[in-house]
């Protein structure tokens, strides 16, 4: 059975996802400070702990595949932690869901089927403990629509919504005079994103160090 270290275990995410690996052969979280004991890492921290992790793992040479599903990276802590891809694999998602992979599929195939001038909105909800506003899910959403490369697409808005307790709700809306096509992803509890978690950790056993995403594991 590998072994697991779990940077941000006595979070909400971390909690979930130790829920599911006592259901799981693949993985054992071995509690105790990161090693070569350890097979590999899933990061559900804050930002600043996620580089901390980082300098640690190349302080102590180790080069263990890492997957991050931490939100709230400034522009300059992304660049510290692709630095760092080159030493060790990293796979950097703000969704690890596979609901959020396959809607990304659907806005693909909607974006290539535009025929007229549109407008993107896209809304994003949240609980109301949510740190980072918009979500990581709704920027990565808007930059893979940007890479798309539509000249029918005039804007690209991101609304956010703080409030009760939803785990996650990502509205994606297409707009003219003459349509409104919608697409929508809501999680129903935490535990899509910790099975996607221990599943991207699964993928990224052997990988060799780079940058990953999502359809690098998947395809």
């Known amino acids: 059975m590998n072994k697991l270290f779990l940077n941000g275990s006595s979070g ?3 909690e979930a996802i130790k829920i599911l690996l006592k259901k799981n052969t693949y993985f054992k979280v071995l509690d105790e400070d990161i090693s070569n004991a350890h097979d590999c890492i899933i990061d559900f921290s804050r930002p600043e702990a996620t580089i901390k992790l980082l300098e640690n793992c190349k302080n102590k040479n180790l080069s263990l595949p890492i997957v991050i599903g931490t939100t ?9 932690i692709k630095n760092y891809s080159e ?12 609901g959020i992979y396959n809607m990304k599929k659907g806005i693909k195939s909607i974006v290539q089927d535009l025929k007229v001038p549109v407008n993107c909105i896209i809304e994003d909800i949240h609980h109301i403990n949510k740190l980072d506003s918009p979500s990581g899910t709704a920027i990565d959403i808007k930059n893979y629509i940007v890479n798309l490369s539509n000249n029918f697409i005039n804007s690209i808005n991101i609304i956010s919504k703080r409030e009760a307790d939803f785990f996650g709700i990502h509205h994606v809306r297409f707009e003219s005079d003459e349509m409104n096509i919608s697409i929508s992803h809501k999680a129903l ?7 996607g978690a221990i599943n991207a950790a699964i993928s990224m056993i052997d990988k060799k160090p780079g940058f990953y995403d999502l359809d690098a594991i998947k395809n």
């Open 72 to 80: 709230g990276f400034s522009d300059e802590q992304l660049k510290v």
């Open 189 to 195: 509890s935490r535990n899509i994103f910790a099975q």
């Open 12 to 14: 909400k995410m971390g």
């Open 87 to 98: 030493l060790f694999p990293i796979l950097l998602s703000y969704n690890l869901s596979d």
